[in-house]
């Protein structure tokens, strides 16, 4: 009987059965989830001839399908973890993965026949440029990010002094080893041709990430340590490994293929999907594997064409590049909350989104010291010596910070904070580090513009309607919290509401002025109310969409407002008497004193690409997951964000009545 197909959860898309005989297909959801989405419907259940029966790679439970396959004639699809997986193994995390390869011959690691990933790398014609480009830049991205199949180590972590002989040791009975036919004795020999083929060079051997954690042995121990051998048993990232070898030496490992993109041309004693295509100095390729590649052809095929990413956001299959984008966000959050924060200051309602962002490797301890964790502190508050200081981010949620409404993005800062003038930021860097984008970068950078111009979204993305505008020569001066930190460290010689509005007049007696006061002013929460604005602004504006009305303007005059850097990103004119940290890029005519030490003319996007992907971390609050920038923005323009509860909304109404006391709960 022909096997059945059976229509998805929305009746749209057949699904064929997979059956299987492995407890983890049906316990894990991402995996599940992802074959659903790649036309699987995982099944218990025995199948026909026609079946398909769903195999983990060489795992031990691999023969139970395998034997049912051989009994039914049913065929197999071979499941493995994508090339990026995690921050952790699986052992250790219980992390589910990136993405799947579904292969329906073999494991891309069996050298016994040809697999679906070798088909691609001999008779794809893997000469598109435009897809060698995406290879190339992901490359460099992946580099540049010290990202590997897990990601769980410190990129900063010192490497060994340079000129060694990199040899990289496996798991113990690892199915790659066993599909190479790794031995000891194999192992064995491997270490000392690195010797002999280096004579006097010193060998650093690399043990695997479940060996450092105690979850598997690996091939080499302590034993094989001497003068010139070192097992290298410290979390050091791969990339950092390669910078500092001359040569390398694998059997099957990952890291192999990792090599090459580093650009060497590795050693190879197994029979690895990416040996003999003239990348590797191989014992032993498969000679039926007769193509020569480039590094961004193998790529492409292995990275690019062959695996199923997975978007946990949208919930869908997507590109590598979007998987790339989830898979920094959550490195990023693994590296710099591991060993636990201590956060010192922070008001009660802060509390439970500071947990959501920094607090999943291991909770916050508040108001604490334990001298083995980083601290941090809000904004310019006290707190212990080399704090890292936290403050809201660009794009921060659907309502005022004021009201309690919690942030989708929160920026952290190791050296100064972004509106701080008197001292360098780490955004400062940031923008000085992009001066000069990659061709994949200025193109994320611009579709983020594109995108945050279309959907009209802002910091707070208050909703409102606008009244008709005056016509001539529009120039917005947004109000500011006059007590506000930026205005305190970086207005210069205006530093009022008033003052701003009186300059501005002055210099343009002819144009049409729009004043809007800020949202937090308006709600009687902070301070910055301007009695006289009427008399000397053409218009006041105190409620209707921000993003709205930059769209209505010529130009933007502020001290130090966000909504300038808002300006930018819609093609205004914008004039600083302050020194936001929009200004002194060549993008802005600043009339305040600027830092000199920022003097740099950078491109509008390279400063988008700092202060809005590099710089801040974003939380996404359906799937508490960090998460990148654009995922925030589609939550903030959709408005797919739960909101809070009555106990703060009571709590915003008393702080309005406490307005003159705004630092009891910022």
């Known amino acids: 009987m022909p096997e059945q197909h059976e229509p998805d959860a929305a009746g749209e898309t057949p699904l064929r059965r997979l059956h299987v005989f492995n407890g983890g297909f049906l316990t894990q959801k991402r995996v599940k989830r992802i074959l659903a989405l790649a036309g699987y419907r995982v099944t218990l259940g025995w199948p026909g001839a026609e079946g398909l029966i769903g195999i983990w790679g060489d795992s031990p439970t691999a023969h139970r399908g395998l034997s049912v396959a051989k009994r039914t004639g049913a065929t197999c699809l071979y499941v493995e973890d994508a090339f990026l997986r995690s921050a952790l193994p699986a052992r250790v995390s219980g992390e589910p993965p990136l993405g799947l390869c579904l292969d329906t011959q073999r494991p891309h690691f069996d050298p016994a026949g040809p697999?679906?990933?070798?088909?691609?790398?001999?008779?794809?014609?893997?000469?598109?440029?435009?897809?060698?480009?995406r290879a190339r830049d992901a490359i460099t991205r992946i580099r540049e990010g010290h990202l590997t199949k897990y990601s769980g180590f410190d990129p900063l972590a010192p490497a060994p002094a340079p000129g060694y002989v990199l040899v990289i040791d496996q798991t113990r009975d690892d199915a790659s080893v066993r599909a190479s036919n790794g031995t000891d004795a194999l192992f064995r020999e491997m270490l000392v041709m690195a010797q002999e083929e280096h004579p006097g060079a010193r060998i650093v051997i690399k043990s695997h990430p479940e060996t450092l954690h105690g979850q598997r042995a690996g091939?080499?121990?302590?034993?094989?340590?001497?003068?010139?051998?070192?097992?290298?048993?410290?979390?050091?990232?791969?990339?950092?490994?390669?910078?500092?070898?001359?040569?390398?030496?694998?059997?099957?490992?990952?890291?192999?293929?990792?090599?090459?993109?580093?650009?060497?041309?590795?050693?190879?004693?197994?029979?690895?999907?990416?040996a003999g295509w003239s990348l590797t100095v191989d014992q032993a390729a498969p000679p039926r594997r007769q193509r020569r590649l480039t590094r961004a052809q193998l790529f492409a095929g292995a990275m690019m064409l062959y695996p199923r990413w997975y978007d946990p956001f949208r919930d869908r299959l997507c590109p590598l590049e979007d998987a790339l984008a989830t898979f920094e966000t959550r490195t990023r959050q693994?590296?710099?909350?591991?060993?636990?924060?201590?956060?010192?200051?922070?008001?009660?309602?802060?509390?439970?989104?500071?947990?959501?962002?920094?607090?999943?490797?291991?909770?916050?301890?508040?108001?604490?010291d334990l001298p083995d964790r980083p601290a941090m502190v809000w904004g310019q508050r006290d707190g212990p010596d080399g704090a890292v200081r936290v403050e809201d981010g660009f794009l921060r949620s659907r309502g005022l910070g004021a009201e309690l409404v919690p942030p989708l993005s929160l920026v952290t800062d190791d050296l100064g904070i972004y509106y701080d003038p008197t001292q360098e930021s780490r955004l400062e860097r940031m923008v000085k580090h992009r001066a000069m984008l990659r061709p994949d970068q200025e193109d994320r950078a611009r579709r983020l513009v594109a995108s945050l111009t279309a959907r009209g979204v802002s910091k707070y993305n208050l909703s409102g309607d606008l009244p008709e505008l005056p016509p001539g020569r529009r120039i917005l001066v947004p109000g500011q919290v006059e007590d506000d930190m930026s205005i305190v460290l970086g207005a210069g010689d205006i530093a009022t509401n008033a003052a701003l509005l009186e300059a501005t007049r002055a210099a343009n007696p002819d144009a049409v002025i729009l004043y809007k006061p800020h949202p937090d002013v308006v709600a009687g929460l902070r301070v910055g109310a301007v009695a006289d604005a009427a008399t000397i602004a053409d218009m006041v504006i105190e409620n209707g969409d921000i993003a709205r009305l930059l769209d209505q303007i010529d130009e933007v005059w502020t001290m130090t407002s966000l909504t300038g850097f808002e300006a930018l990103i819609r093609g205004k004119k914008v004039v600083t008497f302050g020194a936001p940290f929009y200004a002194g890029w060549g993008l802005t005519?600043?009339?305040?004193?600027?830092p000199a030490r920022r003097g740099t003319d950078v491109a509008l996007l390279s400063l988008v690409h700092a202060a809005l992907i590099d710089y801040p971390r974003y939380h996404d609050p359906v799937t508490n997951l960090p998460c990148p920038v654009e995922v925030a923005l589609e939550r903030l323009a959709t408005g797919e964000i739960p909101h809070p509860g009555a106990a703060n909304r009571l709590l915003s109404k008393l702080q309005g009545l406490l307005a003159s006391r705004a630092h009891l709960w910022r």
């Open 115 to 133: 697999s679906d990933l070798e088909d691609i790398l001999a008779g794809a014609p893997l000469d598109d440029t435009a897809l060698l480009n």
């Open 334 to 368: 693994w590296r710099e909350d591991n060993r636990g924060w201590t956060a010192h200051g922070m008001r009660m309602w802060k509390r439970k989104p500071l947990q959501s962002f920094f607090g999943a490797e291991k909770p916050i301890a508040f108001d604490r």
């Open 219 to 274: 091939y080499y121990s302590p034993a094989d340590a001497n003068d010139r051998v070192t097992l290298l048993t410290d979390a050091v990232s791969p990339w950092a490994l390669f910078e500092g070898a001359v040569a390398v030496y694998t059997l099957s490992s990952q890291l192999g293929f990792e090599a090459i993109l580093a650009g060497h041309r590795p050693r190879v004693f197994g029979q690895p999907f990416y």
């Open 589 to 594: 005519e600043d009339r305040g004193r600027v």
